[in-house]
């Protein structure tokens, strides 16, 4: 057992072992944060060092900064990277107590009128960021930063008076839209795949369902991907997948497809593995620094997704 409870994987294990091959590029490549989380997730880590990785982003505002979401840069606390530190603490089980009641306490703070939250806040102004990220002076409510934060909170049965209202704008958001891009798509199921209400949230995936399948946001036959649109505003190749919307057989997003597409989709997915063993980043790259720590995290997320639907055993 090494320092940080984590066990490696056999030396003597295949080179070509997707799962030792992606190990060895996170070694190479990762930050800390990726390094324990892999270790926690493949290498039966403990979740204590994830957290102590994680505290480091942290600010005393109970938000998190410091480009823990590669594309936002700076100290400042926003609310997706407050957003991508919760999804850490419900990866190692450790979303709840005092540490969740101050990140609530912020995400009351930094609200807009109606209870939820923007992508990114003025504060962000004056630090990189992607092009692709607008940072306004009075920036809107956005599904995309509140629906993934309120899904987790319920998710661990997390209550909070900040829940009530931008619960709400999550249910009005979702049941209202009419057309959309992927990012917002996968923001709405996973607020619905957790919201407290199964019966209006199974309603409202069937109709999100259609929605994709009539704007085909998902590429349903990867090896055709020219024949398949971009959402406009995405890069060139930023494609989403069945994969991407339905990231378990658990969630709703799973019945928006067959089992001939999920298998294309997941088959795509495992032989996008590179030859360093880490997963490529296919939004766009804007600066080397961003585009090193992301790829970690999305190597982690793949390997999560395709565990999960039994593609491999680790």
Not at 159 to 171: G, Q, S, V, Y
Not at 220 to 241: I, K, Q, R, S
């Amino acid at each position: 057992m090494s320092e940080t409870g984590a066990s490696p994987l056999p030396s003597t294990s295949p080179a070509r072992s997707p799962l030792f091959r992606a190990e060895q590029f996170v070694w190479l490549s990762a930050r800390v944060l990726e390094q324990r989380l892999f270790a926690y997730h493949f290498l039966n880590g403990a979740a204590d060092p994830v957290e102590a990785a994680l505290d480091a982003y942290r600010n005393e505002d109970g938000g998190y900064g410091h480009g823990l979401e590669p594309d936002l840069r700076g100290p400042v606390s926003q609310p997706l990277h407050t957003g991508h530190a919760l999804r850490v603490l419900d990866a190692v089980g450790r979303c709840g107590g005092q540490r969740v009641e101050r990140v609530c306490r912020y995400l009351t703070s930094v609200s807009t009128a109606d209870g939820a939250l923007p992508a990114v806040r003025p504060s962000q102004c004056g630090y990189p960021v992607a092009p692709f990220v607008p940072v306004v002076d009075d920036p809107p409510s956005e599904l995309l930063a509140t629906g993934p934060v309120v899904g987790l909170l319920h998710r661990n049965e997390v209550w909070h008076a900040w829940l009530f209202r931008a619960t709400d704008f999550c249910w009005q958001a979702v049941e209202s839209l009419e057309k959309s891009h992927p990012y917002e798509v996968e923001a709405a199921v996973a607020f619905l795949d957790s919201a407290p209400d199964r019966t209006r949230a199974q309603a409202a995936a069937d109709r999100l369902g259609r929605l994709v399948r009539r704007q085909r946001l998902a590429a349903l036959e990867p090896d055709h991907l020219d024949a398949c649109p971009v959402a406009p505003g995405y890069a060139p190749g930023e494609h989403h997948f069945p994969h991407d919307f339905a990231k378990n057989p658990q969630s709703l997003a799973r019945a928006w497809f067959t089992d001939e597409e999920m298998a294309r989709s997941l088959d795509f997915l495992a032989a996008e593995q590179q030859d360093d063993g880490g997963w490529p980043v296919r939004r766009h790259l804007w600066a080397p620094a961003p585009a090193l720590e992301a790829r970690p995290v999305v190597t982690i997320e793949a390997l999560r997704t395709l565990r999960a639907y039994g593609r491999f055993v680790g």
